[in-house]
């Protein structure tokens, strides 16, 4: 065996040609174009193939602690592979706007939307069909992968496989949360207690603001009444009486949802806490590296293009900072960040034996 022979390297550095039939064709500002987007598309298939991993481990009942060890793994992989990823933009604004001028009128039609593997992630993930951007000129995002005479692609025939997945990340995480035991009694009894805390802290720093700032009573009004709508919109996302929805779960099944998460969080140093407070962790840290990355992506394409109209045909920065803006999956690992209570205000629990690692005694 030799190097190229596995690499396929001679085969790899014939695919640069773009619309040419040979690459010496190409000049170096179109080269470096093709080749940041292949980089791209081989990082995203080391994507899904850690996703498609990471969902088989918590498609499990329970979900063994080994396989959350090795979830955590995945999604510490993807962040590193974002990061990196990321930098990439850097090279890419080596292409002055001119220099790009000089071959985008050729790519029209063509756009990074009809990136067919950036979708997949996004479907394994989670993302709500209901939450996507319209791109403004085709029906759906489906559309835009249609060939130019509207049939089907091999870029459509991917995505719509996964359509038909079982369950996404997402829903299989939220299940597993579900079935999470929380400390002592039923969620609710756990989270009224919670919110026992929450109180507390509200009445704690009305006091600290009006004898720290010594404010008219008007302002005090004001901080008074923002540390109320708080609390009651805490209690709202924690008793699930919130506007958000989460397809295929119960009510019952959301606030165990986020009394789970509660639980993780507030209790961190519990051993038997550890794996799945790092799996969260590491899932949470991956999504804010997607939503980086999707910012990146528009202010590199801002400083490349401005704000014209994209060759896909959005409105180009303005489409793409949409996205970063509203593609959220984990929206309640994000919101439980909100609610959380410092140590002090913490309720203490009486089945906290339950969570330590126990050695037997000889
Ligand atoms: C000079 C370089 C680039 C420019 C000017 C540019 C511009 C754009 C614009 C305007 C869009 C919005 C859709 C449209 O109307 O076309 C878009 C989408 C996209 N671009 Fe780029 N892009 C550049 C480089 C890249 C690179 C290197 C990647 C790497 C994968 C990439 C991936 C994507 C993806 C995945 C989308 C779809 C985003 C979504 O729908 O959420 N782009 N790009």
Not at 338 to 362: H, M
Request: aromatic share 10%; net charge negative.
């Amino acid at each position: 065996m030799n190097y190229w022979d596995y690499i396929k390297v001679e085969e790899l550095l014939r695919l640069q040609s773009g619309l040419r039939s040979d690459d010496s064709e190409v000049n170096n500002d179109e080269t470096l174009f093709i080749v940041v987007h292949q980089i791209y598309e081989l990082w995203f298939k080391l994507v899904i193939r850690e996703l498609d991993q990471a969902c088989s481990l918590f498609d499990q009942k329970p979900v063994p602690d080994m396989a959350l060890a090795q979830a955590t793994k995945s999604f510490r992989r993807i962040s590193t592979i974002f990061d990196q990823a990321i930098s990439h933009f850097a090279v890419m604004e080596t292409l002055s706007t001119r220099d790009y001028l000089g071959f985008r009128d050729s790519l029209i039609g063509a756009s990074g939307f009809q990136s067919a593997q950036l979708r997949e992630i996004e479907i394994i993930l989670g993302l709500d069909e209901g939450q996507r951007i319209s791109l403004g000129v085709e029906g759906s995002y489906k559309d835009a992968l249609k060939a130019m005479d509207g049939s089907s692609s091999p870029a459509l025939a991917r995505v719509q496989r996964r359509l038909t997945q079982k369950a996404s990340l997402r829903t299989l995480i939220y299940r597993w949360l579900a079935r999470t035991p929380v400390a002592d009694g039923s969620p609710i009894e756990f989270l009224e207690r919670f919110l026992d805390g929450h109180a507390q802290e509200v009445e704690a720093r009305i006091i600290s603001v009006s004898e720290k700032m010594q404010l008219p009573e008007a302002d005090l009004e004001l901080w008074r009444a923002r540390y109320q709508r708080d609390f009651a919109n805490t209690r709202k996302f924690l008793l699930a009486e919130d506007d958000s929805t989460l397809e295929g779960f119960t009510k019952e099944e959301r606030i165990h949802v986020r009394a789970a998460l509660v639980f993780l969080e507030s209790y961190r140093d519990l051993p038997r806490l550890a794996w799945p407070r790092e799996a969260l962790d590491a899932l949470l840290e991956m999504e804010q590296k997607m939503i980086i990355w999707r910012q990146r992506h528009a202010r590199m394409v801002e400083r490349v293009i401005g704000r014209r109209t994209g060759t896909g045909g959005s409105a180009g920065v303005d489409y793409l900072d949409q996205t970063a803006l509203r593609y959220r999956v984990f929206g309640d690992v994000w919101a439980v960040r909100t609610v959380l209570l410092k140590r002090e205000s913490v309720p203490t629990i009486a089945n906290a034996d339950d969570f330590r690692f126990r050695i037997q005694d000889e």
